[in-house]
């Protein structure tokens, strides 16, 4: 490696070539750190006394020695965000300069628009249009666009959005009556950047990717995962496999889903995979290990780009909107309004399977609406969803796939404790007594509720909520004598209750109304087309009874929108693992004054993190789970032993309170044990006992 600090300018008036390999993730710098950068810019410009201004490293692989009959191309390992908007700023420069006057195009010294393109944009002796011609050459559709704007010819019918915008607006900026272009060029050419080369002999160019702690906008997981998988390639390989695989992924999810979702869909991948769920912020991490376990049992890097191609597609199906199938696209849609991305791993398995005809359509839909109903009940309950990812992640580990519908109701009627699939009475009644107006799944609600059994569809999004009821605390005495002397309670208990909600296009038009007034005006109640409002055109008045009585057949409704599953004829009801036989009086250690006060403060904070968490005692130890096990008390004669379930390394321990037990631990689970007594800060110690429930739950 050779690093050396040098002029920007320089850098691209020396070098023959730059090219930013294909797979570098495409130009993504935005309006803001164009603007940031010309400010910069222009600041460095007028400042006298500044003689540089530092905008970070470029970091190139030297692709063969030079000779003095040829010259090779350098290939872009970091920076090309900065190279790249520099050139469109160069290049914009130079197209404004030339539409002044002749004697006014170089407004400093040796910036005039020929030179600007010749030392710069392009190599002059090399054939006009020529691959060799462009000093800078980038990946994908980039590149066509940037050609166009350099070669100042008509710019290709699907051009790069960046490229084009950015280049827009320097120009737009740069023509601006009055502009200072002196100051511009004198800011460029005090532009310094740190000349970092990498010589293929010697350099491990992905380790040195991995480790730049660049300016500018920070890489995804995503674009870690294309560089390590296709960086060390020969480049036809590089090409065939982007080509062929990784280029119709970002083509299926689009530019805007590919920088926000793409790092999600590789995690869900990677559940499926490996049936572990990674952290959120190593999902590189986790895929190089399962890209280093595969090669180990012989497979190719194709092999596994084209099985990631695979759930790529599907994902975009299930997630992203692109399934055609009318009713498997509705029932996707639900799952993603409800906000239950939780149960990807779970899908992208189904509709695998589903794609290669091991389940079938009617199967698919069927599994979908009992997940959906799951998801929703437990959401309309209250329940917390901290477990889910677990539960999704091994779902199919209890699918007999020769039966699978029916083992998929088995499995769900089947799940207890925390995870259990809401009754019929547990769902009623939160429907019929809780707030559902700040339910955060509320337009879901009402939309189901009004379409249910329509071949019509009522876009739910043309209308507001109504309180039937007001929500103005200053009632008329008409409404306090409707809800009686206990209007007051009445109100606090039902307004906000599913009863009392409805949709309407007439809200400003109700306002607070008495409900007779609402019922008969133009367009009220008595004449509203919406299912919702059926039977309120009959009443004469609105009170708690009523309240409840519309909240009960609108429960009813909900029972048959998300049903619970029904256990099949031919299986039997898994029986409920025994609970441990042991009791804390199994424990004499915890009899003693010492230990049992703070075992008692201890599991009073553990099970205070989630009303998930479980207490077990068992022989030698008290287990606290969700899924599995995140710490294991283990009771001495003065203090207790903890035991976290979770990779000593991944642990910050700041105080240094832990202990690497790997392998060594004679009780409990896991790799990190601290020894708790009445000296030691028991927060701090809940604060690594936190990480090791959120390294079990994938929080």
């Known amino acids: 490696m050779k690093a050396s600090e040098t002029q920007l300018l320089r850098l691209l008036e020396k070098g023959s070539q730059f090219v930013i390999p294909i797979y570098q993730r495409a130009y993504s710098w935005t309006e803001n750190e164009c603007d940031q950068l010309m400010g910069d810019i222009e600041r460095a410009g007028r400042d006298a006394e500044l003689n540089s201004h530092f905008t970070g490293s470029i970091v190139h692989v030297e692709k063969g020695l030079s000779n003095l009959t040829t010259q090779e191309p350098n290939l872009v390992i970091d920076g090309q965000q900065r190279l790249t908007t520099v050139t469109l700023l160069i290049a914009a420069l130079a197209d404004v300069l030339d539409g002044y006057p002749a004697g006014e195009r170089e407004p400093w010294k040796e910036f ?127 090409k065939m496999l982007y080509n062929n695989y990784w280029r119709p992924m970002e083509t299926d999810f689009g530019q805007a889903a590919y920088e926000k979702q793409f790092d999600d869909f590789v995690r869900h991948y990677l559940t499926v995979a490996t049936g572990e769920i990674p952290r959120f912020g190593d999902v590189y991490g986790a895929f190089k290990e399962h890209s280093r376990n595969r090669r180990e049992q012989g497979e190719t890097i194709e092999s596994l780009v084209k099985e990631l191609r695979s759930y790529a597609s599907w994902y975009c199906a299930v997630a992203l909107g692109h399934e055609s199938d009318k009713e498997l696209a509705e029932a996707f849609q639900d799952l993603r309004e409800i906000k239950a991305d939780v149960v990807y791993p779970l899908l992208l398995e189904l509709y695998g399977d589903y794609k290669n005809d091991r389940l079938d359509r009617e199967g698919l839909l069927s599994i979908i609406d009992m997940v959906t109903s799951y998801i929703f009940r437990r959401a309309t309950c209250r329940i917390p969803t901290n477990s889910l990812n677990r539960t999704f992640s091994t779902f199919t580990k209890s699918i007999d796939k020769t039966r699978y519908v029916e083992s998929v109701q088995a499995h769900l009627v089947g ?250 631990g004679k009780w409990g689970n896991g790799s990190v044990q601290i020894d708790l007594d009445e000296d030691t800060d028991l927060g701090q110690v809940m604060g690594l006992v936190r990480q090791a429930y959120e390294f079990q739950t994938g929080e």
């Open 415 to 664: 799940l207890k404790s925390y995870r259990l699939f809401p009754t019929d009475q547990q769902f009623t009644d939160a429907l019929i007594g809780d707030n559902m107006y700040n339910f955060k799944r509320r337009s879901y609600l009402l939309r189901r509720l009004e379409n249910f059994g329509r071949k019509e569809q009522v876009s739910v999004e043309d209308y507001t909520i109504e309180h039937i009821l007001p929500q103005n605390e200053n009632l008329s005495q008409r409404w306090r004598d409707d809800l009686g002397p206990d209007w007051a309670n009445v109100r606090a208990r039902r307004l906000h209750t599913l009863g009392n909600l409805t949709l309407t296009g007439y809200n400003s038009e109700y306002g607070d109304l008495p409900f007779t007034k609402k019922r008969d005006l133009k367009g009220g109640f008595r004449e509203s087309p919406l299912r919702l409002n059926q039977g309120l055109g009959t009443l004469e008045t609105w009170n708690e009874e009523t309240i409840v009585q519309r909240a009960e057949r609108l429960a009813a409704r909900a029972l048959e929108i998300w049903p619970r599953p029904v256990l099949p004829s031919g299986f039997n009801q898994p029986e409920p693992r025994p609970e441990s036989a042991y009791t804390i009086n199994d424990h004499p250690n915890l009899s003693r004054p010492a230990p049992q006060a703070l075992f008692e403060k201890f599991r009073g904070e553990v099970l205070a993190l989630d009303e998930a968490v479980s207490e077990t005692f068992l022989k030698n130890y008290v287990a606290y789970k969700t899924e599995t096990n995140f710490v294991d008390v283990i009771p001495q004669t003065e203090r207790l032993r903890l035991i976290l379930n979770m990779p000593f390394e991944t642990l910050h321990d700041d105080r240094g309170l832990a202990t690497d037990v790997t392998g060594k």
């Open 112 to 238: 005039s628009p020929k030179k600007l393109r010749h030392r710069y944009l392009v190599n002059s002796e090399e054939e006009e249009g020529s691959d060799e011609y462009f000093k800078l050459l980038l990946s994908k559709k980039d590149e066509t666009t940037l050609r166009a704007i350099v070669s100042r010819t008509e710019l290709p019918t699907d051009a790069s959005e960046r490229v084009q915008q950015n280049f827009a607006r320097f120009r737009q900026e740069l023509a601006k009556p009055g502009k200072d272009l002196a100051a511009v060029c004198r800011g460029l050419a005090k532009l310094v950047v740190v000349d970092i080369r990498l010589d293929r002999a010697y350099d491990n160019p992905q380790l040195i990717f991995e480790s730049m702690n660049s300016t500018g906008r920070q890489l995804t997981q995503a674009d870690l995962i294309r560089n390590y998988v296709l960086m060390g390639l020969p480049t036809n390989s590089q």
